[in-house]
């Protein structure tokens, strides 16, 4: 087996990632797929999808899952027993922002008014315990020309590193019949030492102020005792 450059692998582990992902998220749109996680072992390559309706993705006694695991083997030219699948759940729906994506999507696509559908988004990502969300609409809402529609909730960060592990982005297309809608959800992730439902390291700005230590009284000196012994 010929050996490939760090740079070339790096560009091929991207590629699969993201055509698997493009699969995965086509095949289990309605069964709340919330993306994937590739693990590469000595002996085999572990796929761990996760999802907020994980008995959906297994489906009856596993077929479902059977089926997936094949596709992946023959499409990305694994050995038998080389990949394995496995679904996760999502610990908490309301700060994944490919599940709201979706739920959003298919509040559109049943009929319900943009604002209202929006609206309940963020109402139910708030409630989840969120530090903030936004969610964009975009394309022919009611009228013939095309606009974009925003709605926010609570604290967003924009820029820097912090903004990588703490905000949580996904994006839609809604297939209309007056046209295609642009659907983008971002939520800003609450801190989590545990690092279960959020990130564990705390945002670079923010600024802990230390509660002063007590410390025991100064002994005072009687001046008139001392005043009355030099004389």
Do not use: W
């Amino acid at each position: 087996m010929a050996t490939i450059s760090k740079k070339r692998k790096f560009v091929a582990d991207g590629l699969f990632y993201a055509e698997l992902n493009e699969l995965l998220t086509r095949e289990l749109a309605e069964d709340g797929y919330a993306g994937v996680e590739v693990r590469v072992t000595p002996l085999r390559t572990e796929i761990i999808i996760r999802a907020t309706r994980t008995q959906n993705v297994l489906g009856e006694k596993g077929q479902r899952i059977r089926e997936l695991t094949s596709v992946v083997q023959k499409r990305f030219h694994f050995q038998d027993g080389a990949v394995e699948l496995y679904a996760e759940r999502v610990a908490n729906r309301g700060l994944c922002a490919q599940a709201q994506a979706e739920s959003l999507k298919y509040k559109l696509l049943g009929g319900l008014a943009v604002r209202r559908a929006c609206y309940g988004v963020v109402r139910f990502v708030m409630e989840s315990g969120a530090k903030g969300v936004e969610v964009v609409v975009s394309g022919k809402l009611r009228a013939q020309r095309a606009k974009a529609m925003k709605f926010t909730d609570g604290y967003m960060i924009k820029t820097g590193h912090s903004k990588r592990e703490y905000v949580d982005s996904a994006v839609r297309h809604v297939l209309m019949r007056q046209g295609v809608l642009g659907v983008k959800v971002s939520i800003m992730l609450p801190h989590d030492a545990s690092g279960k439902t959020g990130p564990k390291n705390t945002l670079a700005d923010v600024v802990t102020i230390l509660e002063p230590k007590e410390e025991a009284p100064m002994p005072v000196a009687n001046f008139e005792e001392g005043m009355g012994k030099a004389y």
